[in-house]
């Protein structure tokens, strides 16, 4: 029988939301004034200065709009250089800067679906801290 699932843990709080049934999204912020859906999270819009802003959850799934390989270890969340590390346009809106995983790096372009995806980096015995990341979508 399987063991029963640990619970997740963010490593960073609020950037990261963990539902109860163990899905999992980012979490953003959306501008009641100009629209801009923005990630991390902010007490105000960057885009144009508004204060007029509310949490959103945002979509798992994007698309690679720019990345680079890095040839140094990433702390505990990618020990192991080569990685990808891109730059993600969500469906419905928000950039999310973070590591490419389940392919090769060399295998990452531009215009390729991601969707998110969770890395356990501590376990413990009754639960585990976990970091966001985006893997490839197979298709
Ligand atoms: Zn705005």
Redesign the pocket.
């Known amino acids: 029988m399987a063991e029963p699932a640990k619970q997740r843990v963010p490593l960073v709080e609020g950037r990261l939301k963990i539902l109860p049934d163990g899905k999992a999204h980012l979490v953003g912020i959306k501008?009641?004034?100009?629209?801009?859906i923005v990630f991390p999270k902010s007490f105000f819009?960057?885009?144009?200065?508004?204060e007029d802003?509310e949490e959103v959850a945002l979509s798992t799934r994007g698309k690679v709009w720019t990345y680079t390989i890095v040839h140094v270890g990433y702390g505990s969340i990618i020990q192991t250089p080569p990685y990808a590390t891109a730059f993600v346009e969500l469906e419905g809106g928000g950039y999310v800067h973070t590591p490419v995983v389940g392919c090769d790096p060399e295998e990452v372009s531009i215009g390729m679906d991601v969707e998110l995806e969770l890395i356990t980096t501590e376990e413990r015995d009754d639960d585990e801290t976990v970091v966001y990341a985006f893997k490839r979508v197979s298709t």
């Open positions: 501008c009641a004034k100009c629209s801009e819009c960057p885009a144009c200065g508004a802003v």
